[in-house]
């Protein structure tokens, strides 16, 4: 998604240049604007920003990762930055982006990133909603990962450390901007929706962090437990959980398009295609959403493919017909699971084959249901699959007509 993600620098209250990404909505429509902080010595490349700018933007929110001071490729040392230096920082992007796309409506942290943006909301008075994964409730809770060489700071003033395997030099203004951060009294008065996630088999930052936060903040608040992922989401699908779980968390804090001038009326659908990309923009009259092709074949997979969508249909109808049928003869149906797999079979004496080759379509549908069913409601449920609407305009001759505009 290259094509949708564009340089964006700027400089903090000390001069400093900061460099970041701004992913764009891949409709080019901007529903609203957030703002990502990367955790303890990350850069904004590390999986968890880049995952859940994508899924984000992919979502209408036009998303910012950065680098903090002294990380990646923004300038200045890190051994002058501190967490007062990271909150400075953030309240700086949000200022940029107020001159750019629009000011953030949406924070998110993760980890020592998660304090950062907590301390930052009262700064942002355009922020509606504030996410934090994987975070500390206490600031200095992150000098537990300097462990021994600790005190040859104190000591020293100054000293290189190994983070993560990596060497950063780290003086006595960096822990002092870590001691006696009021979190508690920022999230008493946050005044904003919060979503706490965290992962409960955090090894670095244990769980209690996220049940402390939760606890100390004001109303609105939500809480999702990130099962199997790790601190850092390395996992990948764990990565694309949590972006997803926030991009639908912040559907309530977007703009409306519902009145949209490119909203076509109800039993109307509209398909355009995104850039010089596969990716194509689905609107219905309440709905959007997007179609692709896999990566394999050159597109980005930012949605079903068209066969994803076509069996999407029939699968859907035939478990809204059976729900229906069920309901109104009163049949103990609890649920309904479709299956579907469509392919070509070659037919040996085929009348109605519509190519040279006797190539006809099949689609393979195998129905699961649920509930205290006798074997004759179970019969007579399959009956009634092959009548659903989209089961029945599959198996009539279609016309389609085409015009050109």
């Known amino acids: 998604m290259s094509n949708k993600t564009e340089k964006f620098q700027f400089t903090n209250v000390a001069g400093i240049k900061l460099d970041g990404r701004l992913e764009y909505p891949v409709t080019g429509k901007i ?3 957030a703002l990502f902080a990367h955790c303890f010595t ?21 998303t910012l990762r950065f680098d903090f001071t002294g990380l990646g490729n923004s300038d200045g040392e890190f051994k002058d930055s501190g967490f007062i230096s990271n909150v400075q920082d953030l309240i700086a992007a949000a200022n940029a982006l107020r001159d750019g796309p629009g000011a953030p409506t949406i924070i998110v942290g993760h980890s020592l990133g998660g304090a950062a943006v907590i301390a930052a909301a009262e700064h942002i008075p355009e922020l509606k909603a504030v996410v934090t994964i994987g975070a500390p409730y206490e600031v200095d809770h992150v000098l537990g990962q300097l462990g021994e060489q600790l005190d040859i700071v104190r000591q020293k003033g100054e000293a290189e450390v190994q983070i993560g395997g990596r060497p950063f030099v780290v003086n006595t203004e960096f822990l002092e901007q870590t001691y006696d951060q009021p979190q508690s009294e920022r999230l008493a008065k946050l005044g904003k929706s919060l979503l706490v996630m965290h992962a409960p088999d955090d090894d670095i930052v244990g769980f209690y962090n996220a049940e402390k936060i939760y606890e100390a903040a004001s109303q609105p608040k939500s ?18 959980y949590a972006a997803k779980m926030i991009s ?3 559907g309530p804090h977007l703009e ?5 001038s490119d909203s076509p009326i109800e039993g109307v659908v509209v398909v355009r295609s995104v850039g010089p990309s596969y990716t194509q923009y689905i609107r219905t009259s309440n709905h959007y959403f997007l179609a692709d092709e896999p990566k394999s074949l050159g597109g980005y997979d930012l949605g079903p493919t068209p066969y994803d969508l076509l069996l999407s249909g029939l699968g859907s109808c035939t478990s809204i017909t059976l729900k229906m049928y069920a309901e109104r003869k009163k049949i103990p149906l609890k649920g309904v699971s479709v299956e579907l797999e469509h392919s070509r079979a070659h037919a040996d004496d085929c009348v109605n084959c519509n190519n040279d080759e006797n190539q006809i379509d099949v689609i393979d549908r195998t129905i699961q249901l649920s509930g205290d069913l006798t074997d004759e409601q179970r019969q007579d449920l399959i009956r009634i699959a092959d009548r659903c609407p989209v089961h029945r305009t599959l198996k009539n001759r279609i016309d389609i007509n085409t015009i050109e505009i």
């Open 31 to 33: 529903r609203g604007v």
């Open 42 to 62: 990350c850069t904004k490349s590390s999986r968890g920003a880049t995952k859940i700018t994508a899924a984000m933007a992919a979502r209408g929110i036009a």
């Open 223 to 240: 809480f999702i437990a990130l099962e199997k992922a790790d601190h850092l989401l390395m996992d990948e699908a764990a990565a694309e």
């Open 248 to 250: 639908v968390w912040a």
């Open 256 to 260: 409306d398009d519902k009145d949209d």
